[in-house]
């Protein structure tokens, strides 16, 4: 090992794990059969992540790969404006003990801004359109190798764009990170798809480039989804979109809303389940991330239901952002209500997860779920995936 530097050594550490176990797979040995999860345990089941945001969702050997090969020492807060203390972005170890330290700060009041900040590490790291197509790539394999069948990732074009070396447009950027995700299934059968975001907050800004980047690079044959997210939810409910999206509503993309998340409960005062209503109801939104207040309105519970739209569950964040206790979480009572729900990361990283088995195998007896639940939200997930017909019928036959 005498005269390897730090990225040789990753970059001989990620051969070393994917290489040998990719070359004695076929692309169908990636996934478990129908016939054997029936008897296995809650950590061995199949599972489909719709809700998990690209440069949270990167593994520290990935970070340390691009800040090595960037040759970049200091990180800056999301903002760009303020270092990051207290991390080396070329080594895993530190990276994993920095959102360690400081993933408690992120219940205290100013949390979401926090983690927003820590956010800048991985985004700092990404400075060109390879380093977005690579993020992609080990990304949708990762989580392959984890037992996803099919891992959807969602990030601002925009902010990606901004720390980007180049000068390119922002159908440029979804394009390198599609690029990536395509190069997963192509080489390896890893299913994936992007979303692109925008935050609520900033839609005066850039959340018109981000709809006409989607309608240019979005088609029938190659879907790619239109998010908003970002805070405060409550000075920014859906409503105030409904004529922005209107194109994209039109042209058919897939429109999943951050929406009824970013308050607690019982009432839900700041983010009513009336938000939850106007994402679907005004912007087209056929999938709704969090979701959380929904359980405070039963007839809105039922509405949902009977429109099929999917929730994406993110409990072990809703926890993290202090909006909504774990043991309290209502994925249970969405499931036994009947609704497409499915369970997501949103943030691996900064909240200590890898993937949703991990949060399965961590959670799965606190958020009271059985393997049963398990197989019914993976089946939800390919029902609820923004992908082709064509591609839909592949995941079913794997599961």
Known sequence: MEGINKRDFFEIAIAACFVPFLQTCSKAAYFISRNKIANDDIGNIPTVELHRHLEAGMSPETM???????????????????????????????????????FA???????????????????SVMVTLQDLETAAYQQILEQARNGSIHTELRGSPYTYQEKLIEKVTLEDVINAIRKGIRKAYTDHGASGAFIACFSRNKADKYGKDVVNAVLKTHTLESPVGLDIAGAPESEFPPAMFEKLLQPAREAGVPITIHAGEQSAPPEFKKTPPSFVKDAVEKLGARRIGHGTSLIADAKLRDWIREKNICIECCP??????????????????????????????????????????????????????????????????????FVTPERRLELERRL
């Open 64 to 102: 340390a790969l691009l800040a090595q090969k960037n040759k970049i020492s200091q990180v800056l807060t999301r903002n760009g404006k303020v270092p990051i203390e207290g991390v080396d972005p070329q080594d895993p170890d530190s990276i994993r003990n920095y959102y360690q330290r400081i």
């Open 105 to 123: 700060g992120f219940k205290k009041p100013d949390g979401f801004s926090r983690f927003l900040d820590s956010l800048g590490l991985p985004v």
């Open 316 to 385: 072990v964040s809703n926890d993290a952002m202090g909006y909504m206790p774990l043991e309290k979480h209502p994925m249970r009572e969405f499931l036994d209500a009947g609704l497409r729900v499915t369970a997501n990361t949103d943030d691996p990283i900064p909240f200590g997860l890898s993937g949703v088995r991990d949060m399965f195998v961590k959670y799965g007896k606190v958020l009271r779920l059985n393997p049963t639940d398990v197989i019914q939200m993976t089946r939800n997930g390919i029902a609820a995936a």
